[in-house]
């Protein structure tokens, strides 16, 4: 939680990044209470790096392939992120785990977008599971990281119907549209001090 008017964000991206995007559309609202400073990819030729250039915020890019080992991966990032004043860590389809220690340094600190109804799908593969289990809705979640994937406590749920025809990639598009919305909602509550975090849960504090 943070008391200072504008929060500033790190995005981590790995691939496309459409909610990057999302996230940069909404940062350039005159009332939304963040800002991007910088955007990081684990991968040299991400997608999502276009949108970061496009908007001017600076990119760093720290490969895995570059580190013996996924400490020395990680102090790189940091030292990346040390540059910039960052509030909040934005994980955006970003496809590495972080360790236990990486994660205590930024305590309810850093947020996810997963794209299934926690605690419902974790991990990979979700709109595959979701449809062979004939579900009748899915969604997507935002929440904080903790040390367990996919496990810390959920801010902001959007909810879609499964259709009977639908395969992972229309369910995955439908999900995706909702994803764009959820994750500015999500970093909303957070900059504006709104979010208490009990245990594995979130209560949302009212105006
Ligand atoms: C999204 O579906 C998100 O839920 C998941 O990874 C995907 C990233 O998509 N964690 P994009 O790179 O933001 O377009």
């Not at 559309?25 to 939304?32: G, I, L």
């Not at 449809?131 to 809705?137: F, I, L, Q, S």
């Not at 500015?184 to 900059?191: I, Q």
Request: aromatic fraction near 6%; charge should be negative; charged fraction near 25%.
């Amino acid at each position: 939680m943070t008391d200072r008017k504008t929060t500033r964000i790190a995005v981590l991206i790995s691939g496309r990044g459409s909610n990057l995007r999302a996230l940069i559309d909404a940062c350039a609202a005159p009332d939304f209470p963040a800002e991007i400073v910088c955007v990081l990819s684990n991968k040299p030729d991400a997608g999502g790096i276009a949108h970061a250039e496009k908007a001017g915020i600076p990119v760093e890019i720290v490969w895995q392939k570059d580190y013996t080992s996924k400490a020395e991966f990680e102090s790189a990032m940091l030292a990346a992120l040390g540059q910039y004043p960052v509030d909040l860590i934005c994980l955006a389809g970003f496809m590495r785990i972080l360790s236990p220690n990486f994660i205590a340094r930024w305590p309810d600190r850093i947020l996810n977008i997963h794209p299934s109804l926690l605690p419902d799908y974790k991990g990979l593969d979700v709109h595959e599971r979701v449809v062979a289990d004939k579900c009748a809705e899915s969604g997507c979640s935002v929440h904080f990281v903790v040390p367990e994937t996919d496990a810390g406590p959920v801010i902001v749920q959007e909810r879609v119907p499964v259709l009977p025809d639908d395969t992972p990639d229309t369910l995955a598009a439908r999900i995706l549209a909702r994803e764009h919305v959820a994750y500015p909602k999500a970093v909303r509550l957070f900059a504006e001090g709104k979010l208490l975090v009990r245990g594995n849960s979130v209560a949302i504090q009212e105006d």
